[in-house]
């Protein structure tokens, strides 16, 4: 009897780890469907909620920011991304008032390959 308790929370507890883990897959697989159809409105909206942190991690040559921002963008080096970002700050980030307006403007100083 006090085995098939022990099965029996052992089995309620394994099923409600994967029940989190269904929730948590559920989750992750619809953010990665939003981001695949609309790459562009995750990018403004990262841009937009985080513009002041990138803007200070940009003045000091990286950060998570950055970081999230170059992979957000597509770019293959988040370190380089961050020297060009650091490098080109305030043709990038002068008089920007929009997040449209950032990504016109790293996409005109960054070129095919550059940051």
């Known amino acids: ?6 099965t029996l929370l052992f089995a309620g ?5 994967s029940a989190c883990t269904a929730f948590t897959d559920i989750t992750s697989s619809t953010s990665s469907t939003l981001d695949a159809v609309t790459p562009d ?3 403004n909206n990262f841009i937009d909620k985080r513009f002041d942190a990138i803007r200070k ?3 000091s040559g990286g950060g ?4 999230a921002l170059a992979e957000l963008m597509g ?3 988040a370190t380089q991304f961050a020297t060009f970002m650091q490098q080109n700050y305030d043709q990038l980030f002068s008089n920007v ?11 005109q100083y960054s070129g095919p390959n550059k940051g």
């Not at 507890?13 to 780890?17: K, Q, T």
């Not at 998570?64 to 970081?67: L, R």
């Open 97 to 107: 008032n929009r997040s449209s307006e950032l990504i016109a403007r790293i996409e």
């Open 41 to 43: 409105i995750t990018l």
């Open 13 to 17: 507890l394994v099923s409600g780890l």
């Open 57 to 59: 991690d940009a003045a």
């Open 1 to 6: 009897m006090k085995q098939n308790i022990k």
């Open 64 to 67: 998570e920011n950055i970081d």
């Open 75 to 77: 770019k293959d080096d």
